[in-house]
């Protein structure tokens, strides 16, 4: 819920700002929002409770490889949910390396 209603924040960020890497959009109390826009405005959102901004945009680059190689499989819908187990395992590794 408080990722959800930090998106028009983003919105807001976006006009603003030629990065890819948002960090810190929105806090509330002692959660930060960090979001990553990818071409296309697909937006990976990440809310957490500490500061390591290296390793939030790092997880976030890793993300974004596994995102491009499930994206370009001609029998993935781009607008639906991706149930790929090979996606799934590899965020998991991402979030346990960087965050």
Known sequence: MIAHSALDTIEDALITSPY????????????TTSCFVLPGNVKMVLLHEHKHED?????????????????LNPFQDLNAP??????D??????AKKFL
């Open 20 to 31: 890819l890497y948002l960090k810190s959009i929105d806090r509330i109390q002692e959660y």
């Open 55 to 71: 390793g939030i945009k790092n997880f976030f680059l890793d993300v974004w490889e596994a995102y491009l190689k499930v994206s």
């Open 82 to 87: 991706i149930e790929n187990a090979a996606f």
């Open 89 to 94: 395992a590899r965020v998991r590794a991402a």
